[in-house]
């Protein structure tokens, strides 16, 4: 899957991922190869990822992510660290 993490700043990170995990305002939740498309609001939290170098994580001071076709789009407010 692809994941891209932007904030109004700069791009973050993009790049091929196994797996992502995301603080969502009604709990977190993980995100798999193929899940079905969502939506969904992001609480102040670690959004974490599983690249072929290991698993990476950051915290973010909440904003959107979209799951579409194998495509992870987050929207984060702010990233810290």
């Keep these: 899957m692809q994941l891209e993490i932007v904030t109004p700043e700069k791009k973050i990170f993009q790049g091929e991922v196994s797996e992502a995990s995301f603080p969502g305002a009604?709990?977190?939740f993980q995100v798999l190869n193929n899940h079905a498309p969502i939506v969904a609001?992001?609480?102040k939290g670690a959004v974490s990822f599983t690249t072929t170098e290991g698993k990476q994580s950051m915290?973010?001071?909440g904003g959107v992510v979209e799951v579409?076709?194998?495509v992870i789009v987050v929207?984060?407010?702010k990233?810290?660290?």
């Design 26 to 28: 009604g709990g977190s």
């Design 41 to 43: 609001a992001l609480a």
């Design 75 to 77: 929207l984060a407010e």
């Design 59 to 61: 915290i973010v001071e």
């Design 68 to 70: 579409k076709d194998n």
């Design 79 to 81: 990233v810290i660290g």
